[in-house]
T-cell receptor, first 118, second 112 residues
Framework: GAVVSQHPSWVICKSGTSVKIECRSLDFQATTMFWYRQFPKQSLMLMATSNEGSKATYEQGVEKDKFLINHASLTLSTLTVTSAHPEDSSFYIC??????????????FGPGTRLTVL | QKEVEQDPGPLSVPEGAIVSLNCTYSNSAFQYFMWYRQYSRKGPELLMYTYSSGNKEDGRFTAQVDKSSKYISLFIRDSQPSDSATYLCAMRKVNTGNQFYFGTGTSLTVIP
């Protein structure tokens, strides 16, 4: 299947700083990418839909100014956590849907980025 | 009420046991159903998908969908320690883009 990478895989930062997480589709193009957040022992919660060439669509309750999303190209989306605080510590996962004709639109997930804010 | 409900477990079984994992949903707009496996600190990987009621088999895994009851299951036969992971069900509505709705995941441990 297609490969989605994330960088970094693990980051520790001080409270108040900003952290950028990259999501790349390595062997296919993705006009849309999804950003999820996962707390320990909980499911993936969709944060936003990243659209190449246009603004991201945020889910209800997600602060747009805190979680900045940029879909710079057909293979790269970035999530920047601005002024991070300890409560932002979580596992962030991106995914990209397959562009192949399919009735169910398989999504390929990145390996995730673990963010710890001290 | 969440749109997708899944018992978080944890579930522990001996090696070789048959495992049954389940999800229920409330919205009949869900038409595509997937099961993902997620190892600790990794992203989810697709195990199976189906879009119709009935059974779909792939090796030791069988996915079952009952749309009339809004209930889906994943069965794992001859479970192995390497099956120890969190299993997430996911669903997608028709013609609403690529948004997936996930269950909370069930943590499974297969004991050697």
């Amino acid at each position: 299947g297609a490969v989605v990478s994330q960088h970094p895989s693990w980051v520790i930062c001080k409270s108040g700083t900003s952290v950028k997480i990259e999501c790349r589709s390595l062997d296919f193009q993705a006009t849309t990418m999804f950003w999820y957040r996962q707390f320990p022992k909980q499911s993936l919660m969709l944060m936003a839909t990243s659209n190449e060439g246009s603004k991201a669509t945020y889910e209800q309750g997600v602060e747009k100014d805190k979680f900045l999303i940029n879909h710079a190209s057909l293979t790269l989306s970035t999530l920047t956590v601005t002024s991070a605080h300890p409560e932002d510590s979580s596992f962030y996962i991106c995914s990209a849907p397959s562009m192949a004709p399919s009735s169910y639109n398989e999504q390929f997930f990145g390996p995730g980025t673990r963010l710890t804010v001290l | 009420q969440k749109e997708v409900e899944q018992d978080p477990g944890p579930l522990s079984v001996p090696e070789g046991a048959i495992v049954s994992l389940n999800c229920t949903y409330s919205n009949s707009a869900f038409q595509y159903f997937m099961w993902y496996r997620q190892y600790s600190r990794k992203g989810p990987e697709l195990l199976m998908y189906t879009y119709s009621s009935g059974n779909k088999e792939d090796g030791r895994f069988t996915a079952q969908v009952d749309k009339s009851s809004k209930y889906i299951s994943l069965f794992i036969r001859d479970s192995q320690p390497s099956d120890s992971a969190t299993y997430l069900c996911a669903m997608r509505k028709v013609n609403t883009g690529n948004q997936f709705y996930f269950g909370t995941g069930t943590s499974l441990t297969v004991i050697p």
